[in-house]
């Protein structure tokens, strides 16, 4: 069935100007939209896919069906022509499960080839499988794979992971025999990543009761050839949501790698995880790097982008995080964590855009390709929610220094034409690059689900020019009427599919006030790679004054559509002559030289670094003096307002009217920006000129480097959980396991390199190992510290200090000294860059007590303690810091019984007996005189209840008689 949906195309021709242009962007007055206004609230746009051949398509994912809630999704191949567009709904969406309660949400991912008429993955991730019971609601998931996105009546493929036999059941027992759901929920396909046409990466995050898993599919093949984690379900990653992104990218030129998020991991500050594709490694091997959220609810690793930003040939990651708070509620962030090499990724470098209040920054990511054609690839972040719910995107340029938190464009629906109006959720659909004009330069399409628009917007055209101006002649004096201004510009295209025939600036040059007028201005028509100059007649006023004559020029370009590089401005300076010669031409001499307040410059420390710039003039005078320095991007000129900031370097003005034979120094001031610890020195290259003819001997360009240095002092803390065990020397011990941990800190404003070595003592016994290390890990800032083992046992050279905690007489040492050796894992890792900054390493050993004891028995005669000491050694320039971790074994062997105890204990038992029975005859003890005192006792007891009876009778007849007395009364 075709649906045309009404596609607005909004072309707002304006002149566009340079100076206008805050670096490149893409045109917000050249905006294509398409807009679903046949059926609301469909989430039209939620996903998108940009796909350029003989013609230019947007399949458009609308993964909510407002007129049957139950029912799927809906996808539309958009045809985007210049004058008019129009887009077809694919047959499949809505008849695809149609009684799933709230829908399957076909197209809430997909993804595919850029070119038209290449494949395209869409996948439903709440679809319930046929072979599901009714009222069971199982949401398995499934993908629909095309082989073409332009066919648009073709029956796609369908892919239905979960239903693989060997992946396993709905339900599973976990090693206790406890029931948990296994694919029931798989929810496959909530995100996809294309790898290639025969290759489909699908996160599926309800695996194993929401563990999660990624799957890799062969198109091919019909079936997974990987899965991970294989692993039964541990409580630990239970509800992680591992799988919820996903990607693949080459972190190496010969092998892909997957990448996968769980953000509700690590205590819900989510985890990002790197693995190999080797199927036949463990699990823990498989694992590359591994990096953990510091916000619980931020849920870091929700989206993922890997991109080679600096053009080094490492990939670099970008991890969202679009809940994180910020300074208010849901502002996000984006982690970029800059390669270093195939496993190393500098520190993590967290982007904002302006963090706005629930703008959910980071919650889409698409990298654009290098739109602007500088060498660098440029990445495009989405903050959908962002101006109440409006929505906003941010353009990031790359560079050497990958990204930085300084955006070059946002782009916001605001922008755009007035007629588009009540735009919603814009960016959470976001295309990759694309070239849609065939100008070179990548195009986006942006997507606004709320409101069930979408957006093209295409790049500027991007040229490269060279300017100048001079004047036709040397000085002026007194009487001089008039001269002429001569303005040169040549320039180039970026893009090799451009082939401009012509450009137009607008010139405008304000004058001295002793010209006759103040201002001229003209446009002026250019050809691509052809040197075009015109001059302008300048007329003066008679007043006498030595100073030069100044004029400043600005170039703007009118051709629509283009970004013009280059300087905004030009000055001229025509001397006034004074003191050179004859021929009023001054042949000067000129020599520049630069010099630090610092030999050194130490990162972290110093904030700031003086340069003295000295110009020495031995000829002629020179007239009005310029010098342009050219820094590293490290660096920013403070008060610069006296300079001229062009891209790479600042001109700044030297003397105001003249230097006659001598010297002018002057100090200018830079602040350090940040600084990589990977920059090995600051570059300066200053460069002088002055009007005149200056001798081609002298030295008018320097160049100075200043050394970065790192001071900071490491140290390490070693210690053992437990710190002690009981070692049985006669009877079976459970094995032991003990953790060595090692913290690794630093002092000093240098970050610190991580460059640490654990050495762990090696012993056998009958070739046994008695220490087994069963795992290695470090981690510092979130981030995982890979730690290599050696290939054969080394002999370490430190010296056992003698304040360790053991008593040295009692204590039999198990060190990395030459009786045993250790073997060494080498753990580099990037820097530590705050003092109260750790970097943890943790060694797990299982301890063989009984080949312990076997083998030492014979030693622990004189010496009952065994101390194992493994160690940790941080290299530096001056040779390391070292600590170690001591474990003790307490020998505990029960001693036997001499044989005179067996003999002696009955006679000396028999003689204490006799003793103790005299003592107590001595006393009296068995003499029994107290019947007499009881008979005693019992007598006088009579002798009172009789005479207690007598009393009573005597009360009772006193009572009778007064009782009579008073009846007669």
């Given at each position: ?12 021709y ?12 893409f045109n917000?007055?050249?905006v294509?939209?398409?807009?679903n ?28 069906n ?7 999704g ?6 985007i ?7 077809t709904q ?5 008849s ?24 395209v ?9 046929p ?15 095309m ?11 369908v892919?239905a ?27 496959a396909?909530?995100?996809?990543f ?23 599919y062969s ?6 050839i ?23 990218a ?10 996968a ?6 205590d ?35 989206t ?16 969202g995080?679009?809940t ?42 698409a ?24 929505g906003?995107?941010?353009i ?29 959720g ?38 490269d020019?060279q ?6 002649i040397?000085?002026i ?49 250019a050809?691509s790679?052809?040197r ?14 030595i ?9 703007e ?23 050179c ?7 000067t001499?000129l020599?520049l ?6 030999n ?17 003039n ?7 003096c310029s ?15 006296d ?14 009217y003249?230097?006659l034979?001598?010297?002018?120094q ?58 002690s ?25 240098s ?7 654990l050495f762990?003592p ?15 890990h ?6 995982g ?15 056992v ?24 894992y ?19 050993t ?6 312990l ?6 030693f622990?005669?004189?010496k009952?303690?065994?101390a194992?000491v ?13 600590a ?11 001693a036997p ?9 009955p ?18 003890f068995?003499?029994r005189n107290?019947?007499?005192k ?12 009789s005479d ?22």
């Open positions: 069935m075709n649906l045309k949906l009404r596609c607005g195309l909004f072309f707002a304006l002149s566009f100007q340079s100076s206008q242009v805050n670096g490149y962007s917000v007055e050249d294509i939209v398409i807009s206004d046949f059926v609301k609230n469909t989430y039209f746009s939620y996903s998108l896919l940009l796909q350029v051949g003989d013609g230019v398509s947007l399949i458009v994912g609308a993964p909510k407002v007129a049957n809630p139950d029912a799927g809906d996808v539309y191949n958009c045809a022509k210049e004058d008019s567009s129009f887009c694919y047959p499949f969406g809505r695809l499960n149609s009684t799933v309660p709230n829908g399957n949400f076909l197209a809430m991912s997909m993804d595919g080839d850029s070119h038209q008429h290449g494949p993955v869409i996948c439903a991730p709440r679809t319930r499988s072979d599901t019971k009714p009222m069971s609601y199982f949401t398995r998931g499934y993908c629909l794979y082989k073409n996105s332009s066919l648009i009546y073709e029956n796609p493929a892919i992971p979960t239903n693989a036999i060997s992946l396993g059941a709905d339900l599973s027992r976990d090693l206790a025999g406890k029931l948990y759901y296994n694919l029931a929920f798989a929810m396909g909530f995100d996809v294309f790898a290639s046409p025969e290759r489909i990466i699908l996160g599926s995050p309800g695996v194993k009761k929401f563990s999660g898993a990624i799957m890799s198109v091919y093949e019909n079936k997974i990987g899965l991970f984690p294989k692993r039964a379900m541990r409580s630990s990653d239970e509800d992680t949501y591992f799988g919820y992104s996903t990607i693949m080459h972190f190496i030129p010969q092998e892909a790698w997957y990448v998020g769980a953000p509700r991991a690590n819900l500050k989510g985890k990002v995880t790197i693995f190999s594709q080797d199927i036949n490694a463990s699990e823990e091997s498989r694992v590359v790097a591994s990096f953990e959220g510091e916000e619980p609810g931020a849920y870091f690793g929700s993922l982008l890997a991109v080679d930003v600096s053009n080094d040939q490492i990939v670099d990651l970008l991890i995080a679009p994180a708070a910020g300074k208010t509620w849901d502002e996000g962030s984006v982690y970029f964590y800059k390669g270093t090499s195939a496993k190393s990724f500098l520190r993590g470098r967290k982007l904002t855009g302006l963090a706005k209040i629930g703008g959910r920054f980071g919650s889409a990511m990298a654009v390709g290098d739109f602007d054609l500088d060498g660098f690839n440029d990445v495009a972040i989405a903050a959908p929610y962002e101006d109440d719910g409006a906003a995107v941010y990031y340029r790359g560079s050497t220094e990958g990204l930085t938190n300084h955006f070059s464009q946002r782009i916001s629906p605001s922008d755009f034409h007035m007629d588009v109006v009540n735009v919603k814009f960016g959470m659909g976001l295309s990759k690059g694309n070239d849609i004009d065939r100008n070179g330069h990548n195009d986006i399409a942006i997507g606004a689900y709320k409101s069930d628009q979408a957006f093209i917007l295409k790049s500027f055209s991007i040229i020019y300017a100048q101006l001079y004047p036709d040397a000085s004096s007194n009487e001089t009427d008039s001269f002429k201004l001569n303005f040169c510009i040549l320039y180039t295209e970026r893009s090799a599919q451009i082939n401009r025939n012509q450009m137009e600036f607008q010139i405008v040059i304000d004058l001295d006030y002793r010209s006759v007028v103040d201002t001229v201005s003209r446009t002026v028509t050809s790679k052809v075009t100059c015109t001059e302008f007649h300048v007329e003066l006023k008679k007043i006498m004054n100073s030069p004559f100044t004029s400043v020029l600005s170039i370009t009118s051709t629509k559509g283009v970004i013009a590089h280059g300087e905004k401005t030009l000055n001229s300076i025509v001397p006034y002559s004074h003191g010669g004859d021929d009023n031409i001054c042949n001499f020599t030289q630069l010099k630090a307040s610092s050194t410059l130490v990162l972290g420390l110093n904030k700031e670094i003086s340069l003295d710039v000295k110009v020495q031995d000829g002629e005078p020179a007239y009005q010098v342009k320095l050219h820094g590293s991007d490290e660096l920013l000129l403070r008060n610069a307002k300079c001229t900031k062009n891209d790479d370097h600042y001109t700044c003005p030297f003397n105001e003249m230097m034979v001598g010297s002018i002057k100090t200018f001031i830079f602040d350090v920006l940040e600084i990589t610890p990977d920059v090995a020195h600051l570059d300066f290259k200053g460069e002088v000129a002055c009007l005149g003819v200056n001798d081609p001997t002298s030295k008018t360009e320097t160049e100075l480097q200043i050394p970065i240095v790192l001071h900071s002092v490491p140290y390490i803390i070693g210690k053992s959980v437990p710190e065990a009981e070692l049985s020397l006669k009877s079976h011990s459970e094995n032991v396991e003990v953790l060595h941990q090692f913290s690794l800190e630093k002092h000093g404003p970050p610190l390199r991580i460059d640490v070595d762990i090696v012993d056998q016994y009958n070739g046994i190992n008695i220490f087994n290390v069963t795992s290695i470090g981690a510092t800032d979130n981030i510290i890979d730690c290599m083992p050696s290939a054969a046992k080394e002999i370490l050279t430190l010296q200090p003698q304040d360790l905690p053991i008593a040295v007489n009692r204590t039999f040492l198990i060190s990395c000294g030459s009786d045993y050796g250790c073997i060494r080498s753990c580099k890792g990037e820097f530590l860059y705050q003092t109260a900054e750790l970097a943890i390493f943790e060694i797990r299982l301890v063989d007590m009984d080949s004891a076997l083998k030492y028995k014979s622990l005669t004189k009952d303690i065994i194992y493994p160690v940790a050694h941080q290299a530096t320039e001056s040779g390391g810091v070292a170690w971790g001591v474990f003790l074994f307490f020998a505990h062997s029960p019984v001499p044989l005179w105890v067996f003999l002696l204990g006679i000396i038992a028999s003689l204490l007996l006799v003793l103790i029975s005299f003592g107590l005859y001595k006393c009296h068995f003499e107290y019947k007499a009881l008979e005693q006792e019992k007598e006088q007891q009579t002798l009172i209840v207690s009876d007598t009393q009573s009778q005597s009360i009772d007849d006193d009572i009778v008689l007064r009782n009579n007395d008073f009846a007669n009364m």
